[in-house]
Antibody, heavy 122, light 108 residues
Framework: QVQLVESGGGVVQPGRSLRLSCAAS????????IHWVRQAPGKGLEWVAL????????DYADSVKGRFTISRDNSKNTLYLQMNSLRTEDTAVYYC???????????????WGQGTLVTVSS | SYALTQSPSVSVAPGQTARITCGGN??????VHWYQQKPGQAPVLVVY???DRPSGIPERFSGSNSGNTATLTISRVEAGDEADYSC???????????FGGGTKLTVL
């Protein structure tokens, strides 16, 4: 079965950086677009970024564009999110989520990881 | 950007029918997807493209979409259905997906 396991969360000061990872198994990782979606404490879900199956296309929410970078290593079945210039409002649980469509994806999230908590605080 | 409106909470007795709504301007022209999220767990896709169910989702979960309201209907509600339910659509004005704020379903 599909499994997505995030790691790398923690407490970080504003302005600092953090890198999240998502290890995938149970499906052909290199065939699917993968997303990051976050959820601030007590708030709703917010889409963050998408990377296409081969890494050639990337898309970001306006709230993170220019600060976050999504990448993937298909040889390791792993997704990454490099988060720079972190702000307090970036505090959230970060989920990786598999797109239901192969190739570039169509922004429907059919499998999710358990999430990793990022806390940005001084 | 496109706004989706969900009631914060819905309560229903076991065995009854729960209806969770998602409001948006002409949402009937969009494809709506629904996610279930139990406390401390990852979201689960329960309905996609307005009314289709992924494999493994019980037939008790159904969806509809028309006009300015999409609805997730859960028939014969069970205690295990207690969760937050969020709707999601594609916003063509921003070219990004958007989520509703979520509705907490309480089983009395």
């Amino acid at each position: 079965q599909v499994q997505l396991v995030e790691s790398g969360g923690g407490v970080v000061q504003p302005g600092r950086s953090l890198r999240l990872s998502c290890a995938a198994s149970g499906f052909t990782f290199s065939s699917y677009g993968i997303h990051w979606v976050r959820q601030a404490p007590g708030k709703g879900l917010e889409w963050v970024a998408l990377i296409s199956y081969d890494g050639s296309n990337k898309d970001y929410a306006d709230s993170v564009k220019g600060r976050f970078t999504i990448s993937r290593d298909n040889s390791k079945n792993t997704l990454y999110l490099q988060m720079n210039s972190l702000r307090t409002e970036d505090t959230a649980v970060y989920y990786c989520a598999k797109d239901r469509a192969d190739d570039d994806g169509d922004y429907v999230f059919d499998n999710w990881g358990q999430g990793t908590l990022v806390t940005v605080s001084s | 950007s496109y706004a989706l409106t969900q009631s914060p909470s819905v309560s229903v007795a076991p065995g009854q029918t729960a209806r969770i709504t998602c409001g948006g301007n002409n949402i009937g022209s969009k494809s709506v997807h629904w996610y279930q999220q139990k406390p401390g767990q990852a979201p689960v896709l329960v309905v996609y493209d307005d009314s289709d169910r992924p494999s493994g989702i019980p037939e008790r979960f159904s969806g509809s979409n028309s006009g300015n309201t999409a609805t997730l209907t859960i028939s014969r509600v069970e205690a295990g259905d207690e969760a937050d339910y969020s709707c999601q659509v594609w916003d063509s004005s921003s070219d990004h997906p958007v989520f509703g704020g979520g509705t907490k379903l309480t089983v009395l």
